[in-house]
């Protein structure tokens, strides 16, 4: 949850790890107050005559907040009837109908009031009444307005009856007045790892200013979609050729301060660090990448303490986490199927439950004590300092009925992959999410992150795990690649049929599998793809097929004049410069249907390399999935590379 400098909102807060190309919102709403709204009724008396004095005596001055003075005035000339003058007819409820026109024909008068003439009822039937009622549009002082009509002398032309003089607006946003401007300074760049404290009290963690975002509050709900400016900065770091971990550079950090600005400016909100991975999916897709992001809380048997910290459940309003020098917060992660939590070693005030894995009102389950609500992904135990002077050296916790196993599946690999063919030396990789709360600090848990490469036979029998590409926990960026090393694997295990790798933690797997089914390099073809997927790693795809090159040149020519010294030989129609259009085109081989869905990510990629490491613009793709061919569609590719054979 973000940071709350003035409670003056109700706020919607974007999440926290999104997709580039997905909308992110932020909303601010003011919270519950009274508002009073101005009203007042003008009832018609004025008659035609005599005619002369009609004009003076309905003269009518309104004067709005700003001091501008609005005036209208009745006639009984139809010629003279203008913007400003009305029709004053035999009937009073007419001259009603017609004053109401000219009020409304001002835009001023449009825009910040509705005038309404309700009608009377005689002997059971409808009568025109005569009684305008006039209304603010909206709450606050630049709705106030003072009305004159200096020559109503006995209420002559009119009778006005205030029902509330006064327009109060008690808006926790805008104040007294009807509307205000709501800026966001967006910041990029904060110095701030994924799970680490992220308050912005240093320069380094507010990050550098690029822009800021405008839009006026006139007491609804106004929102500021933020993903729309990074969506086109598609970050990303090559692969580097030889097996080993690198940063995947497809994230951008950013986050924002919502402030109000009017006479007297002031800051009301600032939020987390945000983080943006280069990636899309459908708008309406409620995609939780929570489930991508490994974290150290994760692993059983560790915990966090964020000191100066509680989650705070005021009297009014949600609840929010705030910084507080009067207590510490432990941060547990809850894994399935648990039923209770047990602490010992330390006292704690309070059990709070949260279905994702960082705190929100809005993902808030309660205080349920010990007992863990179902979907609990998240619990937050407040320690009061002075309830703990002994500090927390002795605390341990466990979770009951947990069932959690060295093979525990913890997190998703950042890919939608499904199980694909391989042969050696193709490229695959394993991408994920990091996120390391004691990234910073003086003496944090070390531990290191592998990768596990377990070899089963064609029938499905185990053959042996290898483990490879060990990291320190220090060492990860937050998004991060493994180009992975399955050839070592079949060296050493070469009747295997099956690979599956895994995220490890020493010999717990904490990750889902990617697989592979092993296939003859003397039978097939290595023609592969590396592309940046949807979810902002990198994946890879074999074709399994030969290559068509199709090359057509273009020439540039202009004509030279004949002179006397002209040769055969000479060029009269001279080329100027030529170029090589190189296309290529693969028909590949059969795949399943679950990969022919996949490949649907890398025919929309932006970022695609060929297997010599060739940026590749698609220029056609074609996958015909049919019932007929189930499991046997035909992938086609057409492409070409972005750099061209030009000679000028």
């Known amino acids: 949850m973000g940071y709350i400098s003035k409670d003056i909102a109700v706020i919607t807060e974007p999440d926290i790890v999104t997709l580039s190309a997905v909308p992110n919102f932020i909303q601010f709403e003011s919270k519950a107050a009274s508002k009073t709204y101005l009203e007042v009724n003008i009832q018609v008396n004025i008659t035609r005559s005599p005619a002369a004095t009609v004009p003076s005596k309905t003269l009518l001055r309104i004067t709005d907040s700003s001091g501008i003075v609005h005036t209208y005035h009745g006639t009984t000339v139809a010629e003279d009837v203008s913007g400003s003058t009305f029709y004053v007819a035999a009937l009073t409820s007419d001259t009603a109908e017609n004053l109401r026109q000219v009020l409304l024909a001002d835009k001023w008068f449009n825009a910040n009031f509705s005038v309404v003439i309700p009608f009377t009822w005689d002997t059971g039937n409808p009568r025109n009444g005569s009684i305008l009622t006039i209304k603010s549009k909206g709450a606050g002082t630049d709705f106030n307005i003072t009305i004159e009509a200096p020559n109503n002398t006995d209420d002559v032309a009119y009778t006005l009856t205030w029902i509330n003089p006064t327009s109060e607006n008690n808006d926790s946003i805008s104040g007294e007045a009807s509307t205000t401007e709501i800026d966001l300074d967006i910041y990029t760049d904060p110095e701030v790892f994924l799970g680490q404290d992220d308050r912005p009290i240093t320069p380094q963690k507010i990050g550098t200013y690029v822009t800021t975002l405008q839009k006026t509050y006139a007491g609804v709900p ?29 994230l951008r950090t950013y986050r924002f301060t919502a402030k109000v600005k009017a006479i007297n400016s002031f800051y009301f909100y600032q939020s987390n660090a945000l983080y943006v991975l280069h990636g899309y999916g459908p708008a309406s897709e409620s995609l939780d990448l929570d489930q991508f992001i490994y974290n150290d809380r994760f692993f059983s048997g560790i915990t966090n303490i964020d000191p100066d910290h509680l989650w705070n459940l005021p009297t009014t309003g949600a609840p929010y986490y ?19 939590i047990t602490v010992t070693g330390v006292v704690v005030l309070r059990y709070n439950y949260f279905n994702g894995v960082y705190p929100s009102s809005e993902n808030y389950l309660g205080s349920t004590g010990t007992t863990i609500p179902s979907k609990a992904k998240l619990a937050l135990l407040t320690l009061r300092k002075a309830d703990n002077p002994d500090g927390y050296d002795s605390m341990e916790i466990t979770q009951s009925g947990t069932g959690i196993t060295s093979n525990e599946k913890v997190i998703r690999l950042l ?18 999410i990091f996120s390391d709360p004691q990234r910073g600090e003086s003496d944090p848990t070390e531990f290191t992150l592998r990768v596990a490469y377990r070899a089963y036979t064609t029938s499905d029998n185990y053959l042996g795990t290898v483990y490879g590409q060990e990291k320190a926990r220090a060492d990860f960026a937050i998004v991060n690649t493994c180009q992975l090393d399955i050839d070592t694997v079949l060296d050493q295990y070469p009747t295997a049929g099956i690979i599956r790798v895994t995220l490890a933690r020493g010999t717990a797997l904490v990750s889902n599998d990617q697989e ?27 074709f399994d097929a030969g290559i068509k090159d199709e090359i057509k040149p273009s020439v540039e020519t202009y004509n030279k004049t004949l002179t006397p010294s002209y040769q055969k030989g000479d060029s009269v129609e001279t080329v100027y410069s030529t170029a090589l259009a190189n296309t290529l085109t693969i028909e590949g081989a059969p795949v399943s249907d679950e990969v022919a869905n996949w490949l649907k990510e890398l025919a929309a990629a932006r970022v695609i390399l060929d297997d010599e490491g060739n940026y590749v613009i698609i220029e056609d793709f074609t996958l015909s999935k049919t019932d007929a061919a189930f499991n046997m569609q035909r992938p086609t590719i057409k492409y070409r590379l972005s750099e061209n054979y030009t000679n000028d």
């Open 222 to 250: 106004v929102w500021f979609e933020l993903n729309a400016l990074f969506a086109q900065y598609g970050g990303y770091n090559r692969p580097p050729g030889t097996s080993g971990w690198f940063d995947t550079g497809t």
């Open 415 to 432: 890919t939608n992959k499904p199980r694909t063919p391989y042969i050696r030396g193709q490229k695959e990789y394993l991408n994920f």
């Open 322 to 340: 705030t910084y507080s020098p009067d207590y510490d917060t432990v941060w547990v992660q809850i894994f399935e199927p648990s039923g209770t």
């Open 516 to 542: 592979y089914t092993i296939r003859p390099e003397c039978l097939h073809t290595l023609r592969q793809f590396s592309f940046i997927n949807r979810l902002g790693g990198w994946d890879a795809f074999n």
